[in-house]
């Protein structure tokens, strides 16, 4: 298994050379419905401030900027970032492991196909160090592949380097999640022969 440092790296330096192949990416409508259903969960929960986690090239972070949040994006890669905040997003290089905000500092948290690079011996910190940065009863959209389990360098991956990734069953992702959270919403979205997980989290009051 690969150490933290090296998996980091290789997506760091993955996700910099393919920044501009990845802006020029559409979205599957189905995605989109992911999207707006939280924005409209966190509209009835009075979420103003959402950070979001593996931001990319900030084509999330921008929609709900659209829609009234004051966003944070945060991303591992400097060229995702720089393409953030080309569309007026405050963004921030950081590793989701080490998020260097304030306790209580945001009312909800998104992070869509970004937890899926992260080990299962990291899952549970990851999770925690997003709670923490929560306020009581924030919200944390995570949406990932899964439904089988995988952990390690994907031959398939087309970007070079090869990403590392993880894939767990439900059960896994549940187990993981509710040691931290309340599970407000676990669905599934299949899309040909993968699996998509869905998860809405709401932290302790």
């Known amino acids: 298994m690969l150490g933290h440092d090296e998996i980091r790296e290789r997506l760091r330096t993955s996700y910099d050379a393919f920044a501009t192949e990845r802006e020029g ?7 989109l419905d992911e999207r707006a259903d939280f924005a409209q969960r966190m509209r009835e929960a009075k979420a103003t401030r959402l950070l979001e986690i593996g931001a990319g090239t900030g084509q999330d972070s921008a929609f709900f900027q659209e829609q009234g949040f004051e966003v944070v994006a945060t991303d591992l890669s400097a060229a995702m970032v ?4 080309s569309k007026g997003i405050d963004a921030r290089v950081m590793d989701m ?6 306790p209580a500092e945001f009312d909800a948290a998104y992070a869509m196909n970004s937890l899926l690079h992260v080990p299962n011996a990291e899952l549970g910190r990851v999770f925690s160090g997003i709670r923490a940065v929560l306020r009581p009863a924030g919200l944390c959209y995570v949406g990932l592949w899964g439904g089988t389990e995988f952990e390690g360098i994907a031959e398939w ?3 070079r380097p090869q990403r590392f990734f993880c894939f767990r069953t439900e059960e896994q992702l549940r187990r993981f999640a509710e040691a931290e959270f309340e599970i407000v919403d676990f669905h599934t979205v299949k899309d040909g022969d ?9 932290a302790p009051a």
């Open 25 to 31: 990416l559409g979205k599957q409508a189905w995605k």
């Open 157 to 159: 991956d087309h970007q």
């Open 82 to 85: 720089d393409y953030c905040r």
């Open 97 to 102: 492991l080490h998020l260097s905000f304030g």
């Open 194 to 202: 993968l699996t998509f997980q869905s998860l809405t989290l709401r």
